[in-house]
T-cell receptor
Framework: KQEVTQIPAALSVPEGENLVLNCSFT??????LQWFRQDPGKGLTSLLL?????REQTSGRLNASLDKSSGRSTLYIAASQPGDSATYLC???????????FGKGTSLLVTP | GAVVSQHPSRVICKSGTSVKIECRSL??????MFWYRQFPKKSLMLMAT?????????EQGVEKDKFLINHASLTLSTLTVTSAHPEDSSFYIC???????????FGDGTRLSIL
């Protein structure tokens, strides 16, 4: 069974800092990996999706990398802003099914 | 594009009540919809996968007679929590995709509280 772990569980940084969120997974036979943002009491907003054949994806200030062989992905956020405060979820879809296996998330607080 | 609407956003009801949650894809046809549940400080867990016009596939440990899923059209899936009890209180989120191998687009979720 695919296990997804996110570190750290919570992070607080001052505005303007660059930061890295980590995601690890136990089964490297993945179809794709996705990073989501979840605001309190809300649903999920997809940020970046990396196919298994890709190494990274970029969107604006966000960059996600994927190292399938080591079972790791990182989400890099440049020049953080208070509006980036949210919970960031990593989800992995394995080759063996269609379900997304989620980590518990990293709760990010960016202070002004 | 790819907007998914989930209704209601919040439900509070008495134990024993059945509750229906709707998930609609507003600007695309969703042949596949997924239902997830999220307990406080826990990961989202897939409950079931539904394909339009066929029976839903439930994950291990999810009671199909307790959580009734109907996906009768390409834009609507419903989840009915039958005879809800306090332990069913949770955050339920649906997602929709144009196919099993396509990206999932999520609704805003439904907070269900059973008294």
């Amino acid at each position: 069974k695919q296990e997804v772990t996110q570190i750290p569980a919570a992070l607080s940084v001052p505005e303007g800092e660059n930061l890295v969120l980590n995601c690890s997974f136990t089964d490297s036979a993945i179809y794709n990996l996705q990073w989501f943002r979840q605001d309190p009491g809300k649903g999920l907003t997809s940020l970046l999706l990396i196919q298994s054949s890709q190494r990274e994806q970029t969107s604006g200030r966000l960059n996600a990398s994927l190292d399938k062989s080591s079972g790791r992905s990182t989400l890099y956020i440049a020049a953080s802003q208070p509006g980036d405060s949210a919970t960031y979820l990593c989800a992995v879809r394995s080759n063996s099914g269609y379900a997304l296996n989620f980590g518990k998330g990293t709760s990010l607080l960016v202070t002004p | 594009g790819a907007v998914v609407s989930q209704h209601p956003s919040r439900v509070i009801c008495k134990s024993g009540t059945s509750v229906k949650i709707e998930c609609r894809s507003l600007d695309f046809q969703a042949t596949t919809m997924f239902w997830y549940r999220q307990f406080p400080k826990k990961s989202l867990m897939l409950m079931a996968t539904s394909n339009e016009g066929s029976k839903a596939t439930y994950e291990q440990g999810v009671e199909k007679d307790k959580f009734l899923i109907n996906h009768a059209s390409l834009t609507l899936s419903t989840l009915t929590v039958t005879s809800a009890h306090p332990e069913d209180s949770s955050f339920y989120i649906c997602s929709a995709a144009t196919g099993l191998n396509q990206p999932q687009h999520f609704g805003d979720g439904t907070r269900l509280s059973i008294l």
